[in-house]
């Protein structure tokens, strides 16, 4: 069976996840899950990894939620995840380790909650958001069952890169901190409407290597390890080359 201590212990060792190692989670779960109390399976799969990293680890896990944009208030501890069944599982018994970005939100676990809750969350991709942080401290970027496509870390380095086609906009509205609902702006370098921007996965696949961006089975699916620096090194020298490498447009498609 998947759901036991002893398979995930081989993927992760597999991954070269280890003692004190950060981890940034993006998760498919639906193939960890063997029972009807999938609650049970949540935590069982959060306290595993925890117990290999230790407690001078540190996980991040993403809750987004996008309706900032679209005019609604943004609740710290209401707001769904809109990344996850297994994100609103953890936000239900862990709301105080949510940060308060609007859209970009994250649970933090471990020793470096103190300095990544406290990011600036006026500047989704700015040089004092959580994801600069992530690279200071060169995260390494776990996908669950899940695809490398998924890794919100790439629009960092869109942002760093200042590619042509996503740009900064700013978007008003209100949080509700506490008890207080505080009007906030935000700054937030989305892609262009006339442009295929979505995440161009054959590309990620051509980087996998055995050392720095890892690719392991978990029964019919695949695991993804990599790390922060790594991808950032990579990816910067590919789109410089060809700045719309990350993306599936092309010169005869446009979004519609």
């Keep these: 069976m998947l759901n ?3 398979s995930l212990n081989k993927l992760f060792k597999s991954l070269s996840i280890k003692r004190n190692d950060n981890i940034f989670l ?6 960890y899950i063997h029972t009807k109390n999938k609650d049970y399976s949540y935590k069982k799969f ?15 896990v993403p809750t987004y939620n996008y309706d900032f944009a679209k005019g609604k208030i943004f609740d710290q501890k209401k707001s769904l995840s ?37 990011s600036d969350n006026t500047n989704m991709f700015g040089n004092k958001s959580i994801f600069s942080k992530l690279r200071k401290h060169n995260f390494k970027i776990l ?17 760093s890169l200042k590619v042509d086609y996503r740009f900064n ?8 901190d506490k008890k207080k609902i505080l009007k906030v702006k ?32 978990y029964g019919r699916f695949s695991c993804y390890l990599v790390k922060i620096n790594y991808l950032f090194k990579i990816l910067s020298n ?14 005869n498609t446009k979004r519609n």
């Design 4 to 6: 036991t201590k002893k």
């Design 26 to 31: 993006h998760s498919n779960l639906a193939p």
């Design 46 to 60: 959060l306290n595993q990894l925890i117990s290999t990293l230790g407690k001078n680890g540190t996980i991040v």
């Design 82 to 118: 809109q990344v996850g069944d297994f994100t609103n599982f953890l936000l239900k018994k862990y709301p105080d380790k949510r940060t308060n970005n609007p859209i970009f939100s994250h649970l933090i676990f471990g020793k470096l909650y103190e300095e990544l809750y406290h």
């Design 143 to 159: 996908c669950f069952c899940c695809s490398p496509a998924t890794m919100t870390y790439m629009h960092f380095i869109e942002t």
């Design 169 to 176: 906009k700013i978007f008003t509205g209100k949080i509700k």
């Design 186 to 217: 935000i700054n937030y370098n989305v892609g262009k409407k006339n442009i295929d921007y979505s995440i161009k996965e054959t590309n990620l696949f051509k980087l996998i290597d055995r050392k720095n961006f890892l690719e392991k089975p």
């Design 238 to 251: 590919k789109m410089r080359k060809n700045q719309r490498f990350l993306i599936n447009y092309d010169n």
